[in-house]
């Protein structure tokens, strides 16, 4: 099973700041079958960024993915109102499919 | 547009089944596996499992072996989750989502609590 592990575990910043979530693999996930979900309280999962890094329809681009092999990164370039939210890493390449714990991002 | 609605809020004894359906429309049902993930009150998710509609062949976590059956009926394009020997822990949201071997998951289906108690 790869275990995915997202650092930090909260991120305390403020609108308009940068924010850098990490996401690292205890193996190294198949042709970057990596991707980010957002999810807001009371709401499904809402897919930001799958496989290569592409951003899901809809997705605004001060959200961007990057990484390969065992270390992944999302970015989030400003941070807008409604990007407070908690962020899930996935990998989808192997069975059994595995979610990082999540980071919380909160207003400072 | 696509769509997975999935049914009701259920509360249910300790030692009891629990059947969650997801019932999608939008797309050709037998096109996309659905699986199914879990997510207690304040914790993180947890795939429990695939369908392949077409073929109805399954796959599950280890950790759901022997619980968790997933089925589907393909006239009402509709998947269903049943888990049995409910036990308190097994109190969460449960997602259906719509996606195949190496797809990410777009399509969410809106949860169904399941509350186990006595």
């Known amino acids: 099973e790869i275990v995915l592990t997202q650092s930090p575990g909260t991120l305390s910043l403020s609108p308009g700041e940068r924010a850098t979530l990490s996401c690292r693999a205890s193996q190294s996930v198949s042709s970057s079958y990596l991707a980010w979900y957002q999810q807001k309280p009371g709401q499904a999962p809402r897919l930001l960024i799958d496989g290569e890094s592409s951003r899901a329809t809809g997705i605004p681009d001060r959200f961007s993915g990057s990484g390969s092999g065992t270390d992944f990164t999302l970015t989030i370039s400003r941070l807008e109102p409604e990007d407070f939210a908690v962020y899930y890493c996935q990998q989808y390449g192997s069975s059994p499919l595995t979610f990082g714990g999540g980071t919380k991002v909160e207003i400072k | 547009q696509v769509q997975l609605v999935q049914s009701g809020a259920e509360v249910k004894k300790p030692g009891a089944s629990v059947k969650v359906s997801c019932k999608a429309s939008g797309y050709t049902f037998t096109s996309y596996d659905i699986n199914w993930v879990r997510q207690a009150t304040g914790q993180g998710l947890e795939w429990m499992g695939r369908m392949n509609p077409n073929s109805g062949n399954t796959g599950y976590a280890q950790k759901f072996q022997g619980r968790v059956t997933m089925t589907r009926n393909t006239s009402i394009n509709t998947a269903y989750m049943e888990l049995s020997s409910l036990r308190s822990e097994d109190t969460a949201v449960y997602y259906c989502?719509?996606?195949?071997?190496?797809?990410?998951?777009?399509?969410w289906g809106q949860g169904t609590l399941v509350t186990v108690s006595s």
């Open positions: 989502a719509r996606g195949s071997y190496g797809q990410s998951w777009y399509y």
